[in-house]
């Protein structure tokens, strides 16, 4: 557990009615610490030693819960550039509050990423909420430009942004909107002239509505007017005066749409889903990571139950791009699936189809039909499985396949790109009641022929698992592997490996385990005892969570029920 997990639990509400029933101060929490070494005889991967810290903490007030959460990691051995990040979410009845790195729900197209700052929300029983924060989304690069490692430069982005939404089941609305800025202050002199500072503004809607019992629809929809040079000169119109407190426009300025609507029927036996989603050129936002624009999509998808006993499902999406009509080529992709599942008493088995074709249209320029995109790819599986439970043994069996097809169908087309793969794994568990143990053993092959090449890999692996103890204190499992792989008249490797981990939990409050793992490859080429994939390698690690906790001030009617 680490500091992203404590950052996201759920801290519960609390009533005015609990408050005087809550505790008035409990002060609980965990520490803990991992340590890997590896070691290999061929190339470092990594660093042969890695640990990290952390710190969880929730401090309760009269039912308020306030975690903090401290973590600190260094994947070098010399400890360079330690990573170490603060939260506090104090939560009280219908309230939440955000202090340091946070995380707030807005809509996908306006912000899918932290900010660093304030916030708070507020969810009522009845479907009112709303929220606002305001925070740095990322920090100034602003590395010395005579360094020759200096990193690309980037200035401190701030943001606020406010969502007031009202219903929920049947009936639902929100509204989201977002403002983004970049500081021209925040980096060097030197880099302003090769970066320009950028501002964002957003109106986000989305909603959604049951009309009957049978058939809702939904909406996501977004806004952005985004400035790619905040230093450019502003546009001199009177009507857009009143608003420049909040986004000042710019001759550099665009507006942009990005959004969704979907429809969903649902019947006795079928449920089917109809969408459309359209995403302009240019649309950008501030405050998302990445998303792709330039495109639209339609898909359907339906899935239905056979007399109880046997599901059945598909989909079929379509995607194409330059909308703009100023790419050189035109791109589109057809995606489309079915798959079937279905129990008879103790055996299971499904059956699964998926298929994507891309096709490649004239643009603002011809495609040459000699290089013109023209692919499909087919993939085909299933498995079966089976289970029977004989004395004090429990048997289970599971068989699965699949085939897959890169094909390249240009007329002009070689095959030297075409690819097939064929899989398959067989896999037997058995389980020991009166030992507790799990005894299991696998066994995979795969073919690929394609690039002119041949590649085959089998792999047999044996594992067994045990639990001591009656409350399964003490968790022990032991993995041997053997791996074979051949690439056609070029090279043959054999590697053989194997690991073991140790789980241990003492007083409820100490958790230790321990893993180390040894796996050695050979070149099993006659002529090439000596070769350069000829590796051993060394992994162990070492983790300890400790749970306490730190102070307790319990009220006097609880202490006194306890004593009775």
């Known amino acids: 557990m680490g500091m992203g997990e404590a950052g996201?639990?759920?801290?519960?509400?609390?009533?005015?009615?609990?408050?005087?029933?809550?505790?008035?101060?409990?002060?609980?929490?965990?520490?803990?610490?991992?340590?890997?070494?590896?070691?290999?005889?061929?190339?470092?991967?990594?660093?042969?030693?890695?640990?990290?810290?952390?710190?969880?903490?929730?401090?309760?007030?009269?039912g308020i819960s306030m975690p903090v959460a401290l973590y600190y990691s260094n994947s070098e051995f010399n400890f360079n550039y330690p990573h170490i990040a603060f939260n506090l979410n104090p939560s009280y009845k219908n309230w939440q509050g955000y202090f340091g790195q946070s995380t707030m729900q807005f809509s996908t197209y306006i912000m899918n990423m932290s900010f660093n700052g304030i916030g708070l929300e507020y969810?009522?029983?009845?479907?009112?909420?709303?929220?606002?924060?305001?925070?740095?989304?990322?920090?100034?690069?602003n590395d010395d430009p005579e360094d020759l490692n200096a990193r690309l430069p980037q200035y401190r982005r701030t943001a606020w942004g406010f969502k007031v939404g009202y219903g929920f089941g049947a009936h639902s609305l929100d509204l989201y909107v977002?403002?983004?800025?970049?500081?021209?202050?925040?980096?060097?002199?030197?880099?302003?002239?090769?970066?320009?500072?950028?501002?964002?503004l957003l109106l986000g809607l989305r909603g959604s509505s049951r009309l009957t019992k049978w058939l809702s629809l939904s909406l996501n929809a977004a806004t952005s007017l985004f400035t790619s040079d905040n230093r450019a000169e502003g546009l001199n119109i009177e009507k857009l005066e009143r608003w420049d407190k909040i986004f000042d426009p710019k001759y550099t300025s665009n507006m942009r749409f990005a959004g969704d609507?979907?429809?969903?029927?649902?019947?006795?036996?079928?449920?089917?889903?109809?969408?459309?989603?359209?995403?302009?050129?240019?649309?950008?936002?501030?405050?998302?990571t990445y998303m792709s624009n330039n495109y639209q999509s339609l898909g359907v998808s339906?899935?239905?139950?056979?007399?109880?006993?046997?599901?059945?499902?598909?989909?079929?999406?379509?995607?194409?791009?330059?909308?703009?009509?100023?790419?050189?080529?035109?791109?589109?992709?057809?995606?489309?699936?079915?798959?079937?599942?279905?129990?008879?008493?103790?055996?299971?088995?499904?059956?699964?189809?998926?298929?994507?074709?891309?096709?490649?249209y004239d643009g603002s320029i011809r495609v040459n039909d000699s290089t013109r995109v023209h692919r499909i790819m087919h993939s085909l599986?299933?498995?079966?499985?089976?289970?029977?439970?004989?004395?004090?043994?429990?048997?289970?069996?599971?068989?699965?396949?699949?085939?897959?097809?890169?094909?390249?169908?240009?007329?002009y087309a070689t095959g030297m790109s075409d690819v097939k793969t064929i899989s398959a794994a067989g896999t037997y568990n058995v389980r020991v009641e009166p030992w507790e143990t799990d005894f299991s053993g696998t066994l995979?092959?795969?073919?690929?022929?394609?690039?002119?090449?041949?590649?085959?890999?089998?792999?047999?692996?044996?594992?067994?698992?045990?639990?001591?103890?009656?409350?399964?204190?003490?968790?022990v499992s032991a993995t041997l592997n053997l791996c074979y792989n051949r690439l056609e008249k070029m090279r043959e490797n054999m590697s053989l490996g194997g690991d073991m981990q140790v789980g241990w939990t003492l007083n409820k409050v100490h958790t230790f385990s321990l893993s180390g793992g040894i796996a050695r490859s050979n070149d099993v080429n006659i002529t090439d005892n000596e070769s350069m994939y000829n590796i051993t390698e060394i992994n162990v690690g070492l983790n300890y969570t400790y749970t306490f906790s730190l102070f307790e001030l319990k009220r006097k009617a609880a202490k006194e029920e306890k004593k009775l």
């Not at 029927?265 to 405050?287: A, E, F, H, I």
């Not at 088995?349 to 891309?358: A, F, M, N, T």
């Open 381 to 411: 599986g299933g498995s079966a499985n089976y289970s029977l439970q004989k004395n004090i043994l429990t048997h289970t069996f599971t068989l699965s396949a699949a085939y897959n097809v890169n094909k390249d169908l240009n007329k």
């Open 178 to 200: 977002m403002r983004a800025w970049d500081s021209e202050s925040s980096v060097r002199e030197y880099w302003r002239s090769r970066i320009a500072p950028e501002a964002n």
């Open 8 to 62: 996201a639990q759920t801290l519960s509400l609390q009533t005015i009615s609990n408050i005087s029933k809550s505790d008035p101060l409990i002060i609980t929490g965990a520490i803990g610490t991992s340590n890997h070494y590896y070691h290999s005889s061929g190339f470092q991967y990594s660093s042969p030693f890695a640990s990290s810290a952390w710190v969880n903490l929730n401090i309760a007030l009269y």
């Open 123 to 141: 969810k009522g029983e009845k479907g009112l909420r709303f929220g606002a924060f305001y925070g740095r989304l990322r920090n100034a690069i």
């Open 444 to 475: 995979n092959h795969q073919q690929s022929i394609g690039y002119d090449r041949k590649y085959t890999s089998d792999i047999l692996s044996l594992t067994a698992v045990r639990t001591f103890f009656e409350e399964n204190q003490l968790h």
């Open 261 to 288: 609507v979907s429809a969903n029927l649902t019947l006795k036996n079928l449920n089917t889903s109809l969408y459309y989603r359209m995403v302009q050129p240019n649309y950008k936002s501030m405050g998302a």
């Open 302 to 360: 339906a899935t239905t139950n056979l007399m109880h006993k046997v599901s059945l499902g598909a989909n079929f999406s379509m995607q194409s791009d330059n909308l703009s009509k100023e790419q050189l080529f035109t791109n589109r992709g057809f995606v489309y699936s079915a798959n079937a599942a279905t129990r008879l008493g103790k055996l299971g088995l499904s059956l699964r189809y998926s298929g994507y074709q891309q096709r490649q």
